[in-house]
């Protein structure tokens, strides 16, 4: 498969001394640009997806990119371009938990492409690129397996289905398809935080920070639990996410220049609160304090509901 990857993305402010400056000076003029500047950005790429006139949007990046609120922002960008948009979770193609393939350390795999049921996720793209229908499982996350009803999806002449999911880009699941029916969209955090010119926070400890915040507040996870399974997580991420960003047609960089500073107060809670660790667990825990230390408080209260960053500490649009 040919790439058409795009490695230009938008910039956001990103040096420790100028976001601290705004914080301090205007938070509400901070939080306020800096929403617009993200916002501009995902209705311009809506324009440019609409104009390819394709009918299924492939998003994915790694974790705690923001993928579900963006993928909500370009839908509704989409449908004031007079698009109606259709959403789907690949969460919703999991397997049965008894049938999801192993780890070497015998733990089930749920990052694996192999936890998914490829051949309903085919099937379900089919579907729509040829009849602009499909029938799409549900998931019971409580038991771990699929529900036995489905959704009925059904997209006009000029509808548009948004999928999103961590193996939304492997071309496993459009191969059969064509490739003017499909725009892929990859988005993470794209750049660090710089204290002056030294590397304050790398841009997979800023998400390491907004995963750590939403699993404590939406999955009730102890940060040190999220932080012993990080390794795992990037781990998945090299290995099926990342091997395919290539193909993607557009890159979203969610970077926001106050979030540190919302992050910085339930997060510092957090590893304050956290038991006695040795080893890496314990140097890292130490470094994101040291960091989280160093920006200027801004307060949360200040987030409208449509702000990426309320994926991560609740009270959003799309939460």
Request: charged share 20%.
């Given at each position: 498969m040919s790439s058409s990857y795009s490695p230009e993305y938008v910039h956001f402010t990103n040096n420790l001394a100028d976001i601290n400056r705004m914080a301090q000076k205007n938070p509400e003029k901070l939080v306020l640009h800096t929403?617009?500047?993200?916002?501009d950005s995902i209705c311009k790429l809506a324009k440019k997806v609409a104009a390819r006139g394709?009918?299924?949007?492939?998003?994915?990046?790694?974790?705690?990119?923001?993928?579900?609120?963006?993928?909500?922002?370009?839908?509704?960008?989409?449908?004031?371009?007079?698009?109606?948009?259709?959403?789907?979770?690949?969460?919703?193609?999991?397997?049965?938990?008894?049938?999801?393939?192993?780890?070497?350390?015998?733990?089930?795999?749920?990052?694996?492409?192999?936890?998914?049921?490829?051949?309903?996720?085919q099937q379900c793209l089919h579907?729509?690129?040829?009849?602009?229908?499909?029938?799409?499982?549900?998931?019971?996350?409580?038991?771990?397996?699929?529900?036995?009803?489905?959704?009925?999806?059904?997209?006009?002449?000029?509808?548009?289905?948004?999928i999103e999911g961590i193996h939304a880009l492997n071309p496993v699941l459009t191969a059969e398809l064509p490739h003017n029916q499909i725009t892929r969209i990859y988005i993470s955090v794209k750049q660090n935080i710089y204290n002056g010119t030294e590397e304050l926070l790398s841009a997979q400890e800023v998400r390491m920070i907004r995963r750590m915040v939403r699993d404590y507040n939406f999955r009730s996870t102890t940060p040190e639990s999220t932080l012993k399974m990080w390794n795992s997580v990037v781990e998945g991420e090299r290995k099926y996410i990342k091997p395919f960003k290539r193909m993607a047609d557009f890159t979203v960089n969610s970077l926001h220049a106050y979030e540190l500073g919302v992050l910085r107060g339930p997060a510092l809670m957090l590893l304050h609160n956290v038991e006695e660790s040795?080893?890496?667990?314990?140097?890292?825990?130490?470094?994101?304090?040291?960091?989280?230390?160093?920006?200027t408080p801004v307060s949360a209260s200040l987030l409208p509901p449509t702000s990426l960053i309320r994926e991560f500490i609740g009270g959003g649009l799309y939460n």
């Open positions: 929403d617009k500047h993200f916002h394709c009918q299924v949007v492939l998003l994915s990046g790694p974790s705690s990119s923001g993928k579900t609120t963006t993928a909500h922002f370009l839908a509704d960008a989409l449908n004031q371009l007079g698009h109606q948009t259709e959403m789907i979770s690949l969460d919703d193609f999991y397997r049965a938990e008894e049938e999801t393939p192993y780890r070497a350390d015998g733990q089930h795999d749920f990052e694996c492409l192999e936890a998914l049921r490829l051949d309903c996720i579907d729509l690129v040829t009849s602009g229908s499909c029938n799409v499982p549900l998931f019971d996350f409580v038991h771990h397996r699929p529900q036995p009803q489905f959704r009925h999806l059904n997209l006009k002449k000029n509808g548009i289905a948004i040795t080893g890496w667990i314990a140097e890292e825990m130490r470094k994101l304090s040291f960091a989280l230390m160093l920006f």
